[in-house]
């Protein structure tokens, strides 16, 4: 009989449900609950535990757990970067974790701390760096590299060989042409298409 891990997520609002849906996909993981400055009504509803604010993060560590890190990309990717490398530094566990609706190359390169969304589609030797997000319905297609921290929002398409920048946020619909360079840290809005590189 296989032993679950207990799992905890960080961050109680709408990428939480997001996130809670897909981990409870995979059955070696137990959710333990969730850390967020409030409790949500909607985790509550699911009967997932509110186990306190950041301040309970370091005991948390010493416990061996896992952790998800459920926060989405709004304004900045700081909260995401702050609390991932703080975690790490605790000895704290960030697994990825994949939807069991995605499809993914056997050749993709897929790091830690990253979740793939439901419908999701990764084509052969793309490459996910640490802490992404990849979301429902994204299209990242062959070649093409998520620099950390990005987060790549609800049906954008990736087109193939092309260098999404570290921290950057890809808005939902958005499309990046072939070959395209996009700089660290943009912010690509929602339905924009990016036909030239922004380095």
Aim: aromatic residues 6%; charged residues 20%.
């Amino acid at each position: 009989m296989m032993i679950k891990q207990d799992l905890i997520l960080i961050g109680g609002g709408g990428h939480a449900l997001t996130c809670l849906d897909i981990v409870e996909m995979n059955k070696k993981y137990t959710i333990k609950g969730y850390i967020a400055k409030s409790r949500d009504k909607r985790l509550a509803s699911l009967r997932v535990s509110y186990l306190g604010d950041d301040d309970i993060i370091n005991s948390m560590c010493e416990s061996s757990v896992s952790f998800v890190l459920a926060i989405g990309q709004i304004l900045s990717p700081d909260l995401r970067i702050n609390l991932f490398y703080k975690i790490i530094k605790l000895g704290g566990k960030f697994p990825s974790f994949i939807s069991d609706t995605a499809f993914v190359s056997d050749s993709v390169d897929i790091d830690i701390g990253v979740i793939v969304g439901h419908g999701a589609l990764l084509n052969t030797h793309a490459k996910i760096e640490k802490n992404c997000i990849i979301n429902s319905r994204a299209l990242i297609e062959h070649g093409s590299v998520v620099k950390k921290h990005s987060h790549i929002a609800p049906g954008a398409i990736i087109l193939g060989d092309v260098e999404i920048g570290e921290g950057s946020f890809i808005g939902a619909g958005a499309v990046i042409r072939e070959g395209v360079k996009i700089a660290p840290r943009s912010v690509v809005g929602a339905g924009s298409i990016v036909l030239k590189d922004n380095i």
